[in-house]
């Protein structure tokens, strides 16, 4: 039982606080959160207290965050925290105040610029980067403990990329050469990731040729990072006349060819003969998260419904990134968060 003011009686009464689950809208997102409900026993109106309202928007806020695959207020402060930074130092970082920094922490929410913002400062070559940039601006001490700490996350993702090598250990060093940045998603190259997005592509999506494997591709990256701020597999892209396309896509997909992972077989559609890809095993589902596993599965059902490759691409060309960019040109991640809805394509 609970002593809260009930406005109506005028007076404090004695109730029940009960938990329930309700669907609520934050941010013109719908979300259903575990909200805390006590009914005045005189009245019958619901009321609250100052306890209960801030557990119920905290609740509300963090299905949002989890909804929307925003960071956490705990994995903000880890974010530089594990550098030896203090929030302020962070915030000149990021041209941000220390104020707005600590309303992140204590709960209020970010937007997704500013949460792929702290992700890209958080990792250990951009956070070299700025730590030059802003060396003046910060005490010395922590400069240098957070650039030894950089580079000790560096060492230690570069000995686990030596032992992963293996037979195409050189080619994979080749791609992965681009440090976390809106160019590869804020993430490195994945290589076993990648192979298992083109495996589940070529197993669930009809009529498999390049084309539509470099647009599947795409919007499978690009959808993850417009929800994670982080992308599938780090892979790059570019823009082509065809629409959007894995940058060094025949040596990408080459590669995976030659490995084993993939296979090539020629089809005939009437006069005409082409190439398409057909997995050369099970996709394995252990290396992606319950959300991912989701975008890959509308990914396929988006590209499934289209009946050829050139409606595909020609789609891809509304893409504002495609549309504003020239051949050639690297397609920043950024641009997710302006792709159009692939929503209207699936299958409820």
């Avoid at 207020?73 to 600590?102: D, M, V």
């Avoid at 910060?138 to 032992?163: D, G, N, T």
């Avoid at 590669?255 to 009437?270: K, N």
């Avoid at 997995?279 to 290396?287: I, T, Y």
Wanted: charged share 25%; with cysteine.
């Amino acid at each position: 039982m609970k002593s809260i003011y009930c406005p109506k009686c005028d007076k404090r009464v004695e109730t029940e606080v009960k938990e329930t689950m309700a669907s609520l809208t934050v941010r013109k997102a719908g979300v259903r959160a575990r909200q805390l409900q006590a009914i005045c026993p005189t009245c019958g109106e619901m009321i609250a207290d100052e306890e209960i309202s801030r557990a119920n928007l905290e609740s509300a806020f963090a299905a949002y965050r989890a909804e929307e695959h925003l960071l956490f207020p705990e994995e903000i402060r880890e974010a530089y925290a594990k550098y030896g930074l203090t929030q302020k130092s962070f915030g000149i970082l990021l041209n941000l105040g220390g104020a707005t920094l600590s309303r992140y922490e204590h709960g209020a929410l970010q937007t997704k610029q500013i949460d792929a913002a702290i992700r890209q400062a958080a990792q250990p070559e951009n956070m070299l980067a700025l730590l030059d940039e802003h060396e003046e601006e910060l005490p010395a001490s922590q400069v240098e403990s957070a650039r030894q700490r950089a580079r000790a996350f560096i060492s230690k993702e570069a000995s686990e990329h030596a032992l992963a090598g293996g037979r195409a250990g050189n080619f994979r060093l080749l791609l992965s050469e681009e440090a976390p940045s809106e160019r590869n998603g804020f993430r490195r190259l994945d290589w076993p990731r990648a192979i298992q997005i083109a495996v589940y592509m070529a197993t669930h999506c009809a009529d498999l040729g390049r084309t539509k494997l470099n647009k599947a591709m795409f919007y499978a990256d690009f959808s993850c990072f417009a929800e994670s701020s982080c992308s599938m597999s780090g892979l790059m892209y570019a823009r082509a006349t065809r629409g959007p396309i894995v940058d060094q896509y025949d040596a990408v997909f080459g590669q995976m060819v030659r490995e084993g992972h993939l296979v090539e077989e020629s089809v005939s559609y009437g006069p005409i003969d082409a190439t398409v890809f057909k997995p050369n095993e099970d996709f394995d589902p252990s290396l992606f998260t319950e959300s991912e596993l989701q975008i890959l599965e509308r990914v396929v059902q988006f590209v499934n419904s289209f009946a050829t490759a050139k409606e595909l691409s020609e789609y891809s060309h509304k893409e504002r990134l495609w549309v504003e960019s020239d051949n050639g040109d690297a397609l920043s991640y950024m641009g997710a968060f302006e792709l159009n809805d692939l929503n209207r394509f699936i299958e409820v």
